[in-house]
């Protein structure tokens, strides 16, 4: 007799019939990669518009560096949240939540009538990117089986460079937008690029009323038969989802605290997921992305020529991102970094030298474009193409919310840290000085990835727990 599995349209686990599992984890992992699209295109939208926000509020650094910050300071905040959230009421809520704050988020910032209520809304969609950035690459990362999970956690960075790209063409397209100042007078322009925010907001809220909850959460919380139902609707023929189940079942018995997340036991994982996520920032990656229309802007190129710019770096970091698609299953997630990361570096000390003794001038404006997309590119393909994958793998079930939780911490403490700061260190030290500072941080971090980030290709949730109880977690390079 066939085992009754859920329809892929019964989100809590009765019966139904058979399906396409492998299809199943792929249309989950696109419609749970939305809240990475909103996170990408909420995080680099605010470039476009710190060149036209000047058109209603008067600002100064400090005041832009705030705007900025806002949507950060509620990324760390969220993510504070979603950890024990997410391990209470289960993932799919959690993901469901930041839908609706990413809705409310961007409604509110196309309507601030004044820097701080800007400001205020961008924290709302902050709260949202924090939860999503924390529980999506889990949410994907339980629901996929270890040979493909490389490539569907990595669908959530995909998506969030597919945002920073989509956000970098509504900023060209909208900036100056003849149209929207006859509608909306000075300053339209800046209300629609976060108003169209809402559009995946919505489709993320109806999608997710199709899709399963995790079943390791539900295993974690007792209800067996219902994750077994689920894990054997997600699966392929040339699977074996029974002996996943049991895999699932022997480390779902561990009751998760802060204590155990805090044990020596697992400290080597939490080195890994907050280091890492720690590194993917101090290297200036957010910061470039954020204010390079105002670097190049300051550099010589007018307004159009930095928002075109940008659009280039969106496309680079897609392409960057097309390829860590492809290389965390191939050559690992721990050979990825150590191989590209060295052309960040590169591309940073080239940098300071085109930037050394001033904006660049004559073929100096082409080295600087040049090494901006390159960083990008290798930064980008390798780093944080492997962050959230990371993250979402080294730690076991029980603590899994917890853990991903202080990984996001990190993320969006050391985010906020540059975004507050990056435009007053380039007033203090210079561009070409910043450069270099982000260049040492990047050599830092390859040091810190070969010592203390294991290789986790190809290996089961389950077989990377055991290695943390065993201790031989850093043995696998």
């Given at each position: 007799?066939?085992s ?11 019966p ?11 249309i989950?992992?696109?419609v749970a ?9 909420d995080?680099?939208i ?16 400090l ?11 509620g990324?760390?905040l969220?993510?504070?949240g ?8 289960g ?32 924290i ?13 690459p ?28 989509a ?21 339209g ?20 009323i ?51 997340l ?16 720690m ?5 200036g ?18 307004r159009?020529?930095a ?12 392409i960057?991102t097309?390829f ?37 001038q ?8 040049g090494?901006?997309l ?71 971090g ?30 696998h390079?």
């Amino acid at each position: 007799m066939q085992s009754a599995v859920p329809s892929f349209s019964d989100p809590t686990g009765s019966p139904g019939p058979a399906g396409n599992g492998r299809r199943r984890v792929f249309i989950a992992s696109c419609v749970a990669g939305l809240a990475g699209v909103l996170f990408g295109y909420d995080q680099g939208i605010i470039s476009a518009a710190l060149l036209t926000l000047g058109d209603s509020f008067s600002l100064g650094t400090l005041g832009k560096q705030a705007i900025a910050a806002g949507m950060v300071a509620g990324a760390l905040l969220g993510c504070m949240g979603a950890g024990p959230l997410s391990d209470r009421w289960g993932r799919r809520p959690v993901v469901a939540l930041a839908g609706a704050l990413f809705l409310l988020g961007s409604v509110g910032s196309a309507l601030a009538q004044s820097p701080t209520e800007l400001t205020l809304t961008r924290i709302v969609l902050g709260l949202a990117v924090g939860g999503a950035s924390q529980i999506v690459p889990v949410y994907i990362a339980e629901l996929a089986p270890a040979s493909r999970r490389g490539r569907l956690v990595l669908l959530f960075q995909l998506a969030i460079v597919g945002g920073v790209l989509a956000s970098s063409l509504v900023g060209w397209a909208l900036s100056d937008d003849p149209l929207l100042i006859r509608l909306f007078s000075r300053g339209g322009d800046w209300r629609m690029m976060f108003l169209l925010g809402a559009v995946p907001a919505l489709m993320l809220l109806i999608g997710l009323i199709f899709l399963p909850e995790s079943p390791r959460f539900l295993a974690s919380r007792g209800h067996v038969e219902r994750a077994r139902a689920i894990l054997l609707s997600l699966r392929g023929p040339d699977e074996d989802p029974e002996a996943e189940m049991r895999d699932i079942q022997g480390a779902a018995g561990e009751t998760g605290s802060w204590r155990l997340l805090f044990s020596r036991k697992l400290r080597p994982a939490l080195i890994a997921g907050t280091g890492l996520a720690m590194f993917s920032q101090i290297t200036g990656t957010n910061a470039v992305l954020t204010y390079a229309p105002t670097i190049l802007s300051g550099a010589g190129f007018d307004r159009n020529s930095a928002l075109l710019i940008s659009i280039a770096i969106g496309v680079t970091i897609t392409i960057a991102t097309v390829f860590g698609f492809w290389a965390v299953d191939h050559w690992g997630r721990r050979r990825l970094m150590l191989r590209v990361l060295p052309g960040s570096i590169l591309a940073l000390l080239v940098l300071a030298f085109v930037f050394f003794g001033g904006d660049p001038q004559g073929m100096g404006k082409f080295f600087a474009v040049g090494g901006l997309l390159v960083y990008v590119l290798c930064t980008l393909g390798s780093i944080n193409a492997s962050l959230w994958l990371v993250g979402a793998e080294v730690f076991p079930l029980s603590v899994r919310g917890k853990g991903m939780g202080l990984v996001t911490i990190s993320h969006w403490s050391f985010d906020l840290l540059i975004s507050l700061v990056t435009l007053s260190i380039i007033s203090l030290i210079g561009v070409s000085g910043t450069f270099i500072l982000f260049a040492g941080m990047t050599s830092l971090g390859w040091v810190f990835i070969r010592k203390c980030v294991p290789e986790t290709r190809g290996r089961s949730l389950e077989a990377i727990e055991r290695s943390l109880h065993e201790g031989d977690f850093l043995s696998h390079g």
